[in-house]
């Protein structure tokens, strides 16, 4: 892509930013409840290069929003927080299918144990549960965080009379929380969207500010102002010779107004200021004198 073209391309990303930002969270939105209804029909074999094909995506939507350099780390955080949104969704999901088909029974504790132990993964405590005429309650063991039950003890749990759900306690298989939570990681997922279209039009805007003007612009300039730089490029000459001109013994590095006539020197300070330095009030026969400490700074605009 050549630069008339590169230039063209960025402007029009920043007049439909946020169409573009909409495209792109509809998309998350979209995304989330895709992999979300094939949780359950496809393996982690099949999930893993969606969510890869996933976050490829994203990076190429974001990128356009203008935000170039934090595109890559802003779709690893969409991913994750989509992740954890199908995540907990699905986990919902098995609340809301216990309370709507399950029995509430009371059950007496037979068998307990505990997690074995992986690093500093949390250890849950299991309990395998019988019906009061001694048969098994169907699915996995209770499990809990915490031990609270001894063997013998009696607790009352919803069970899936299929066996496909684990059995909870009616106080675990409330899905309020697990909703909530599934629609807070959405919502940061459309968050860090939103927080890239604001970084892209900042970036835009600031590019705009710095773009040199093209060869046209700077020959019409010159018949205009007889050869004179324009302002721009005599900012930009500042800037560049507050970057490679080398300090004096004192620590200053000089500069002569007339090399930048239409700049006075609260705007010289200022720019030195963006790049890190500072104006000296006293000048030294006539020249500009900027410094990281100086004696009197320069009030900059």
Known sequence: MNGAAEDEARRTRARHPVPLAVLTGCYVLAAI?????????LGPAALVPL??????????????????????????????????????AAMARDDLTLQQRGERVTATVVKKWRDPAEGRKARDYNYT???????????????????????????????????????????????????????AFALAA?????????????????RRRTAKPSAGTRE???????????REEQEDKLREALRTHPADRHGYIKVRPEDH?????????????????????????????????????????
């Open 220 to 230: 019409a300039n010159a018949a205009v102002t007889g050869g004179r730089p324009s």
């Open 51 to 88: 969510w890869i094909a996933h976050g490829v995506l994203l990076v190429l939507l974001i990128r356009k929003l203008g935000a170039r350099e934090s595109s890559t780390y802003a779709a690893l955080f969409v991913v994750a927080a989509s992740l954890m949104s199908v995540y907990v």
């Open 129 to 183: 549960l019988e019906h009061q005429d001694g048969t098994r309650v169907p699915g996995p063991a209770l499990k809990t965080p915490s031990d609270r039950y001894g063997l013998g003890g009696e607790v009352t749990v919803i069970e899936d009379p299929r066996g496909a759900l684990r059995p909870r306690t009616p106080g675990q298989a409330d899905a309020r929380g697990e909703a909530l939570g599934s629609g």
């Open 33 to 41: 409840v895709g992999l979300f209804l094939l949780a359950d029909r």
């Open 261 to 301: 006539p239409d700049l006075t020197q609260r705007r010289a300070a200022r720019i030195a200021w963006e790049t890190g330095l500072r104006a000296e009030a006293t000048g030294d026969r006539g020249s500009w004198r900027f410094g990281e400490t100086v004696i009197e700074e320069v009030p900059h605009d």
């Open 190 to 206: 459309l968050g860090a969207v939103g927080w890239m279209t604001w970084r892209g039009s900042d970036t835009a805007r600031r």
